[in-house]
T-cell receptor, first 110, second 117 residues
Framework: AQSVAQPEDQVNVAEGNPLTVKCTYS??????LFWYVQYPNRGLQFLLK??????LVKGSYGFEAEFNKSQTSFHLKKPSALVSDSALYFC????????FGAGTTVTVRA | ETGVTQTPRHLVMGMTNKKSLKCEQH?????MYWYKQSAKKPLELMFV???????ENNSVPSRFSPECPNSSHLFLHLHTLQPEDSALYLC????????????????FGPGTRLTVL
């Protein structure tokens, strides 16, 4: 069985501050991990993925994520958040199929 | 945009109506997916098609009927829906390497916002 959890429904940060969106996972084999973002009235957009290799993965729009095997986490980070980063963020894990977390709403205030 | 288009963007239908959702991908992918997105719930995978063949049906009620005439087009035929079927229906595509798990990301369309009265 596989699952992914996003423990925070909402994250609020001020523009210019660091942004972290948390994700933990559970899979039986090697995890393939993804982050997607959804802006209002849009579909999901791919941000980044971890398959193998370096634990720190860099993606679109200045986002990065760190794979931590011992903590089974794959937190999404951005050093300096923008108001335009306000959106719904989904973590996903793939074993035999892609399973999504419930999503975290990020609000960046000016 | 992502190269995956969906029509219509919004649909309101009665419980006795029959309607269809359309998805088209312009990315040359060989796999297509239907998801249901309801408020405050994780995305629910409904159907998966690989090379036009349905490979997954996640216990979806028969009032939802998918059709994949070719690798670029995917339909979801709707009939006698219930109000709880109101949701955002997302189509996605990806490039898969055979039947084993794929590392490739999925590309999503903008979705069809369905309201069942």
């Amino acid at each position: 069985a596989q699952s992914v959890a996003q423990p925070e429904d909402q994250v609020n940060v001020a523009e210019g501050n660091p942004l972290t969106v948390k994700c933990t996972y559970s899979v039986s084999g090697n995890p393939y991990l993804f982050w997607y973002v959804q802006y209002p009235n849009r579909g999901l957009q791919f941000l980044l993925k971890y398959i193998t290799g370096d634990n720190l993965v860099k993606g679109s729009y200045g986002f990065e994520a760190e794979f931590n095997k011992s903590q089974t986490s794959f937190h999404l980070k951005k050093p300096s958040a923008l108001v335009s980063d306000s959106a719904l963020y989904f973590c996903a894990v793939r074993d035999m199929r892609l399973s999504f977390g419930a999503g975290t709403t990020v609000t960046v205030r000016a | 945009e992502t190269g995956v288009t969906q029509t219509p963007r919004h649909l309101v239908m009665g419980m006795t109506n029959k309607k269809s959702l359309k998805c088209e991908q312009h990315l040359g992918h060989n796999a297509m997916y239907w998801y249901k997105q309801s408020a405050k719930k994780p995305l629910e995978l409904m159907f998966v098609y690989n090379f036009k063949e349905q490979t997954e049906n996640n216990s979806v009620p028969s009032r939802f009927s998918p059709e994949c005439p070719n690798s670029s087009h995917l339909f979801l035929h709707l009939h006698t829906l219930q109000p709880e079927d109101s949701a955002l229906y997302l189509c996605a595509s990806s490039q898969r390497q055979g039947v084993r798990q794929s590392y490739n990301e999925q590309f999503f369309g903008p979705g069809t916002r369905l309201t069942v009265l």
